[in-house]
Nanobody
């Protein structure tokens, strides 16, 4: 059974930092590109960052480039998202999933996500 467990969210002031973690199980983690997604209230879920199977390539949503960094540890079946210089518009529930190369959509059912709130 596939499990995706996100953690590390919280309340942070603008300009602050958070590091999200995604613990994956139930599928061959090293064999999939992985992505971080987010969904703000009233908005569609969007792909924020994606990393290829061996971590050799990373791509980001334009609005988070130079502020966010995605990484993965295949031995630990874990993915991370380092978020710096956070802005109020980064407020959302963040999710992880294996990402389809064709369209960036998630392969598996979504986990519970982790709430990130950026506010003073």
């Amino acid at each position: 059974q596939v499990q995706l467990v996100e953690s590390g969210g919280g309340l942070v002031q603008p300009g602050g930092s958070l590091r999200l973690s995604c613990a994956a199980s139930g599928f061959r983690f090293p064999g999939y590109d992985m992505g971080w997604y987010r969904q703000a209230p009233g908005k569609e879920r969007e792909l924020v960052a994606i990393i290829t199977t061996l971590g050799s390539s990373r791509n980001y949503l334009d609005s988070v480039k130079a502020r966010f960094a995605i990484s993965r540890d295949n031995a630990k079946k874990t993915m991370y998202l380092q978020m710096n210089s956070l802005k109020p518009e980064d407020t959302a529930v963040y999710y992880c999933n294996a990402a389809r190369r064709s369209d960036g959509l998630g392969f598996f059912d979504w986990g519970q996500g982790t709430q990130v709130t950026v506010s003073s």
